[in-house]
């Protein structure tokens, strides 16, 4: 169906007058951005998505993702002549009480992902996209990037995996207005440049002007049918419309004065010309097509036993594994995303039972994170494994999951000096400080298969940010009973007696350590309780002080962890102002490769050191 | 000067087999990894490079950076030829008290780089080689990289960046063995594939069999004159050489069995052919020419007083933009690399005075730190600027600096939910956090002009790892005098008396909030003295103890951002176990867009908050 053409002109040319009265009315706001944007935004919106705008949660709406999330204003004016917002809600821009935020967030119902950190949202679309493949379903997902924010290699991680899927139910467009924030890209108006690394990256280029309307229809047309995923490169100008910015630097993240704002909006309609005329047209928006199932109910996801063989040592890593094809059987939503490395942290056998539910990213950690964003905003319970120091590489991108309260499921392998001889660089730690400091995260950290098991149960079913699931190289014994119960925020007791001097509250492989140093000290008749503290994002603080408190109220922190940020400054933390008398056992000189033994000795943190500082505290 | 072909094959055969033995002797390691890229690294060492093996020091020498760190054997095997590593120190490799970890580090002094976590060695080899051109010096870079670490983003930013600003200095070679850690990569032998992405990014690739010795000693000799940087995608084998593994999938970082070598090694002479065969020729190193000035002598950085207008309220942003001018007046080998964000970092004025040796990076934070890790490595001061939310880009790439003890210098700015309307995605707030977990970094939070030029004198003379420099958005009123002095791990009190109930401990923004708590407080009869904890890593423990206990023994952390790993727990570490009362005033919601005042009220970290507690505690 085509729409007037002189219908869609003056929705952009509206589109553009609130972008500049709604930063106006902030005071702060980059309207040139949004401007350049305006007649794509238009085009997409009026003429080429198919969604209902009365409805965000149906499956089958076309998906629009804000990759330049410093250009919300004309997101928001989209939804302003949608219907859904109304004026007063566009001149709350940017105040405390609106939920039209500085950039996208999930706080507007329309927004579909948190952005505002450049160069991801290409990876959340490419994401969704996968699911509408995965789930049959017909929709189409379109992503908006700012020409600077294309500099990021978080783009071109989302390209090439598009490129090698051939994920054709992808539309990006590039906005190319020539100017960055602080000068012109690189590539400035050079077209061919960026339709050539696409084309090199598998997508099929167009390239147009995107400032005609007529043009933009066709090319869109044109791209249905492309058996690539499609980049729409759109030669914009910075601050269309009003002739003192348009095309100039030094206007990037200016709102226009207020004493200026007649003149501005003057100049805006003389400008659109024509545009400015209303249109007696009856829009009416293109509905989805139902397409593929409804969403299976999968909460509370429920596992069976563990069936772990008691006496017999399994890493962690691959507990989580073996706990992953369970979650996979019992929730058909789980998906699994890995960075080639699913030989080491144990999803190889989930890639095996489900490879349809299995994406396999190549090493491109950021594109992994934003992928499992967007399968997860589209109804999937996104687990997502690599080892936990290449997190780091993807901090970002997590960072704005959990802004966007997307809730991840994580679990990061290779935790601490304990894997030994490939040496620091592969060795996670400071994940566990990074993912505490993650608003509305939980963080955990298992010591046996069945404790194991059992976290990433709990996991399956936190909803409310991000999960962290810390797991060990080197295979460990079992301590724990196929029916012991794990609950978020709690620990529990390995070791404990009446007659307690002090507690040490580990967790994971330090566990070990502990156990061995409890053994020495009761043969110096020094009696010690052991606390696994297996949650360490939350504590329920009320309850380990109560403990400690009654077990002699003296306490070592273990872990092979750096000390910042870590169980131990959690712990600390837990039990300020309780009295304790508290030592903390960390990383704390740079390590190196060598035998996992030779390092936790080197860094103080095995059952000798334990013993040493026990029995000084005593 | 044309080594004979044979002699070349000998010592790529003579790299297979070391490479070989030491990951047997380790029992762990790369070997198949190294195998492939042995024809490469031997015609590189003995045939292109120019460079004196005795002397690493030598800032002329070509530089080789392993990108691909798992194949160190490889690299150790080339030292082991070039005479200056033993046999016995490869039969060391990957123990604790040897040189030769598991992925290079800086341990061993011929390194260049630490490596290992993927796809960061070539912005390490940009950084080197814009050394080379602003110090005008002869020598070339090259950058060894795996094909399955193409896949990651960081090696598109490095790439763009060499394309745009035509490095031609540096040299890629991609070992192009098809195999991943887990799997066949995205593209496998279509090389053209990897030529196509390069040339599109502004490189001239060339296609080379990397097993032929003379083709590739003829690619090496062609790519040397090109206008742009030149990629050599070589097609080799995983394994080559050993035919049970050549080219197969499953032998990732797995060595070869102690029982099994003796029938390797035969595999391997076998396939060797007459390569096994000793070659009688004199080997000579090319030494590199002498070129560009020796370096400056420029430590200790000395500034001249700040000169800021006492009642002038100036964003310690911009403060650090006139410290930075003066840094690099003072300190001829300072360089400054942004990130598109110069106008609001405070680093524009730099980038005028001194266009050469500013290094605009564009929207790609994780190339821009591993340029100024190659930078700094060339012996440049790297100072690096962005909005501190950003730092979580490149975390990956800080924390592989921390590993190679690089010193860099990095300056987060708009810190916090003080800046208001932007919004979460734009505000630093797990800063801190991140970056107090890296070994040996420094974290230092100035709250005003003064401070902040002092504390950037400080940040210039610290080599020992990462600093880091927390600043505001907005504008601070003067609190400090030209003449004050700022240590490392020390504080300074800004209000105190001898009746003092309580220490509020803050830092930046927050000191101001504190402040009119304290004019409150006074007139309420509660005496309160006032920390700037400006240095929160590291924090002289025993002199804040011995301040907090002679002023009331309770404290009140302030602090915005997070928190976990914040400021707050920062005091509670340097004061556990000496009775003090304390309460942490932190961002606990996740925030919003809105007014800074809002912002701070809604997470209690306003004057209010502080008020508040501080009456329930007294």
Chains 1, 2 share one sequence.
Request: proline share 5%; with cysteine; charged share 20%.
């Amino acid at each position: 169906m085509q729409i007037p053409i002189d219908f869609l002109a003056h929705k952009a040319y509206l589109m553009r007058k609130w972008s500049i009265i709604m930063t106006t009315a902030a005071g702060s706001g980059h309207p040139t951005s949004a401007l350049s944007a305006s007649d794509i935004v238009a085009v997409l919106f009026f003429q080429v998505m198919r969604f209902d705008p009365i409805d965000p949660t149906n499956p089958n709406n076309d998906r629009f993702i804000l990759s330049k999330g410093h250009a919300s204003p004309i997101l928001y004016a989209a939804w302003k002549e949608l219907g859904i917002l109304t004026e007063q809600d566009l001149m709350a821009y940017r105040t405390f009480n609106s939920v039209l935020e500085g950039h996208p967030t999930p706080r507007f119902s329309r927004s579909e992902a948190a952005t505002g950190s450049l160069g991801q949202g290409l990876s959340i679309g490419v994401g969704m996209a996968l699911e509408a493949r995965m789930d049959h379903r017909s929709f189409h997902t379109y992503v908006l990037l700012g020409d600077a924010e294309t500099a990021e290699g978080s783009v071109w991680e989302a390209a090439e995996l598009a490129g090698h899927y051939q994920v054709n139910n992808l539309t990006a467009i590039i906005d190319v207005n020539r100017l960055g924030q602080s000068g012109p890209t690189m590539d400035q108006y050079h077209l061919e440049r960026y339709a050539e690394k696409f084309r090199a990256f598998g997508w099929q280029p167009f390239i147009v002007d995107g400032h005609n309307i007529q043009s933009l229809i066709a090319i869109f047309a044109e791209a249905k049918n492309s058996s690539k995923p499609v980049v729409i490169v759109a030669k914009t100008h910075k601050g269309y419309g009003v002739a003192d910015v348009q095309d100039k630097e030094g206007f990037h993240g200016k709102p226009f004065a207020k004493k200026d704002l007649d003149h501005v909006l003057q100049e805006l309609a003389q400008q659109a010309g024509s545009a400015v005329k209303e249109v007696s047209y009856q829009w009416q928006p293109q509905l989805p097509k139902k397409s593929g199932a409804s969403s299976p109910k999968t909460k509370p996801v429920s596992l069976p036993l563990p069936a772990f063989v008691p006496d017999k040592k399994v890493a962690t890593r691959h507990a989580y594994g073996t706990a992953l094809l369970a979650v996979g059987v019992a929730a058909p939503n789980v998906v699994v995303l890995d960075a080639d490395v699913k030989n080491s942290t144990g999803t190889e056998n989930f890639a095996k039972q489900f490879p349809d539910r299995f994406v396999e990213s190549f090493i491109a950690e950021q594109n992994m994170i934003g992928m499992a964003v967007g399968l997860a905003l589209r109804g999937k319970i996104s687990f997502v494994a690599t080892f936990g120091a290449f997190f780091t590489r993807a901090y970002d991108q997590i960072r704005m999951a959990a802004i966007g309260r997307v809730p991840l499921r994580l679990a990061g392998s290779h935790a601490g000096v304990s894997i030994g001889q490939d040496g620091p660089s592969q060795m996670a730690l400071e994940d566990i400080a990074i993912m505490r400091a993650l608003p509305n995260s939980i963080v955990l950290y298992p010591c046996d298969a069945i404790s194991t098991y059992k976290l990433v149960e709990l996991m399956a079913n936190y909803d409310d940010g991000i999960s962290y699931l810390r797991t060990t190289r080197g295979e460990t014994p079992i301590v724990y009973e196929p029916d012991d119960e794990f609950k978020l925020g709690d620990f529990s007791i390995l070791r404990s007696s009446n007659n307690d001097q002090l507690c040490i509250i580990t967790a994971g492989i330090t566990i070990f350590e502990a156990l061995k140093a409890y053994e020495t000290l009761k043969k110096e008749n020094i009696s010690v309780a052991i606390i696994d503290l297996y949650s360490i994002k939350p504590i329920n603080e009320e309850h380990l002080a109560e403990f400690v408190a009654a077990h002699g109220n003296y306490v070592i922190t273990v872990e092979d962890h750096y000390l910042q940020g870590g169980l131990g400054q959690a712990v600390l933390y837990a039990l300020r102002n309780t009295g304790v008398t508290i030592q903390c056992l960390a990383v704390t000189k740079l390590p190196r490769s060598g035998m996992p033994e030779a390092l936790l000795a080197y860094e103080d943190i095995d059952a000798d050191a334990i013993i040493k500082i026990a029995q000084k505290m005593i």
